[in-house]
């Protein structure tokens, strides 16, 4: 069964970085497009990121650009979000997510497996 742990949140202040981690097991993160959630309290689960097989990405709203940047290593089964530039309004739990689909998608419905989730907390 595919398992999803995502890991790497914690407090921050605003201007810093993070780099979130997500770990697949009991398959092959090469055979999934993988992507990025995140959840402040009181909202509706927001698309950040995602990256297909190939490699190719696609990234959430404008909130996204020039700060978060995900990647995988299939050799180390492992997909990144490397935030930059952290801002208050960044806070939430980080999700990241798997499917075996293979167009990107941003909703997440479109995702079958997902993580515990990570909380990224950011002080201004």
């Known amino acids: 069964q595919v398992q999803l742990v995502d890991s790497g949140g914690g407090l921050v202040q605003a201007g810093g970085s993070l780099r979130l981690s997500c770990v697949i097991s009991?398959?092959?993160?090469?055979?999934?497009?993988m992507g990025w959630f995140r959840q402040a309290p009181g909202k509706e689960r927001e698309f950040v990121a995602a990256?297909?097989?190939?490699?190719?990405?696609?990234s959430g709203g404008d909130f996204v650009k020039g700060r978060f940047t995900i990647t995988r290593d299939n050799a180390k089964n492992t997909v990144w979000l490397q935030m930059h530039s952290l801002k208050p309004e960044d806070t939430a739990v980080y999700y990241c997510?798997?499917?075996?689909?293979?167009?990107?998608?941003?909703?997440?419905?479109?995702?079958?497996?997902w993580g515990q989730g990570t909380q990224v907390t950011v002080s201004s």
């Open positions: 009991g398959g092959s993160v090469s055979r999934y497009r």
């Open positions: 997510a798997a499917s075996a689909a293979l167009l990107l998608s941003r909703s997440p419905s479109a995702y079958d497996y």
């Open positions: 990256i297909r097989r190939d490699g190719e990405t696609t």
